[in-house]
T-cell receptor, first 113, second 116 residues
C-alpha cells in the first residue's frame, strides 16, 4: 500500500532557527507531494506542492525538497517564528483526473521564543 | 484565494439522531469534493469522494448508508451522519481542488461532531 510516514513526535526548535521536517513514502514515487499546515481544531491549509521531477520548491521562508532515491521529502522553515507552531502534514497524490490524496499523521512543530 | 466554507463548525447531537454538514466552494466550482474524518492525534482519513450529479464513491470500510453524501450543485456537497452513535464523534473536514495545477486542496474549517 502507499504509505506516508512522518515523525509523530513533536519537534521543538528555538526561534530564528531552521526547522526541518521529514516525510518518507513507500512503494512507487507519487506524481507529487504536498505540504499542509494544520492548527488545532482547524482544517489543513495548503502550503506547497512539489512534483516528482522537481528537486526543490520555495515559497518565502519555506522550502521543500523531493528525493526519489531516498523516497523522502524535507520541509524547511527558515528563521522560524512562534507563529509557525502548528502541525505540518505531508500528503502524496497520483496524477490523473481523479486524484486521491493520502495524508501522513503530521509532525507537530513548536517554536520556542 | 480559493475558499471552502464548512458549516457548522461544531455540533452536539443525541445518539440516534442525524446530523447534516455542509461544504460550499465560495469562489470556484467543484465537480469533486472530498470528505475526511480525523480522530485525535491521527491522520486525515478519506471517507468518500463526492461527485456532482452522480453517486459518491466511498472508501473501504465506510458505510454509505450511514454517511449519506449529496452533491447537488457545483458548489455544494453535504454529508449526513445518520443514526449517529458516540463512536461517530470525530472531526469531519471537506476539501476541494480549485482550478490550477499548482494548487493543493482547499479545506473547510472542519466540523467537530460530538454524539452524546
Amino acid at each position: 500500500s502507499q504509505k506516508i510516514e512522518q515523525n509523530s513526535e513533536a519537534l521543538n526548535i528555538q526561534e530564528g532557527k531552521t526547522a526541518t521536517l521529514t516525510c518518507n513514502y513507500t512503494n512507487y514515487s507519487p506524481a507529487y507531494l504536498q505540504w499542509y499546515r494544520q492548527d488545532p481544531g482547524r482544517g489543513p491549509v495548503f502550503l506547497l506542492l512539489i512534483r516528482e521531477n522537481e528537486k526543490e520548491k520555495r515559497k518565502e521562508r519555506l522550502k521543500v525538497t523531493f528525493d526519489t532515491t531516498l523516497k523522502q521529502s524535507l520541509f524547511h522553515i527558515t528563521a522560524s517564528q512562534p507563529a509557525d507552531s502548528a502541525t505540518y502534514l505531508c500528503a502524496r497524490g497520483r496524477s490523473g483526473g481523479y486524484q486521491k490524496v493520502t495524508f501522513g499523521i503530521g509532525t507537530k512543530l513548536q517554536v520556542i521564543p | 484565494g480559493a475558499v471552502v466554507s464548512q458549516h457548522p463548525s461544531w455540533v452536539i447531537c443525541k445518539s440516534g439522531t442525524s446530523v447534516k454538514i455542509e461544504c460550499r466552494s465560495l469562489d470556484f466550482q467543484a465537480t469533486t469534493m472530498f470528505w475526511y474524518r480525523q480522530f485525535p492525534k491521527q491522520s486525515l482519513m478519506l471517507m468518500a469522494t463526492s461527485n456532482e450529479g452522480s453517486k459518491a464513491t466511498y472508501e473501504q470500510g465506510v458505510e454509505k448508508d450511514k454517511f449519506l453524501i449529496n452533491h447537488a450543485s457545483l458548489t455544494l456537497s453535504t454529508l449526513t451522519v445518520t443514526s449517529a452513535h458516540p463512536e461517530d464523534s470525530s472531526f469531519y473536514i471537506c476539501s476541494a481542488r480549485a482550478p490550477g495545477s499548482n494548487y493543493g486542496y482547499t479545506f473547510g474549517s472542519g466540523t467537530r461532531l460530538t454524539v452524546v
